[in-house]
């Protein structure tokens, strides 16, 4: 019924932590020789940016959850907005919120840190590489 604030509570929380971050930080260039002897320069991914994917993530399983919490009736349009509230069942909700909605955006935190992880060792591996056809030539 409303699993899906928890999430949306992370996603506020993210994108503020992202526009903080994203003013702060600065574009890290890496020089990396190709192979066939030639520089190129690439930027490294920012946190800010890995960040962002977190609130895509959030933001688009919240809205999709909330749609279908919508579309089977147990959110709406009018005050206040969640039929749990309306019928005095809040200690469901909250009990709810508190073992699915935490659970969801463990999942989700969860799969967004393996992303950042793969992403890193992919970094990693194609600097290496570039250092090896440095040192070679």
């Known amino acids: 019924m409303s699993c899906f604030i928890v999430p949306v509570t992370e996603a506020i929380v993210t994108t503020v932590a992202e526009k903080v971050m994203k003013s702060k930080e600065k574009k890290q260039i890496v020089k990396l020789f190709l192979s066939d002897g030639s ?14 994917w977190l609130n895509k993530m959030l933001w688009g399983g919240s809205a999709l959850l909330a749609f279908e919490h919508l579309w089977h009736g ?27 909605g935490v659970m969801m955006s463990v999942l989700v935190t969860f799969v967004w840190g393996c992303m950042v992880a793969v992403s890193s060792i992919i970094e990693k591996r194609n600097l290496n590489s570039t250092k090896l056809l440095r040192e070679r030539a």
């Open 74 to 100: 147990e959110v709406t349009p009018f005050f206040p907005f969640l039929t749990a509230i309306e019928s005095g069942n809040s200690a469901s909700m909250f009990a709810e919120m508190g073992s699915v």
């Open 39 to 52: 520089m190129t320069e690439a930027t490294k991914i920012s946190f800010a940016t890995k960040l962002g």
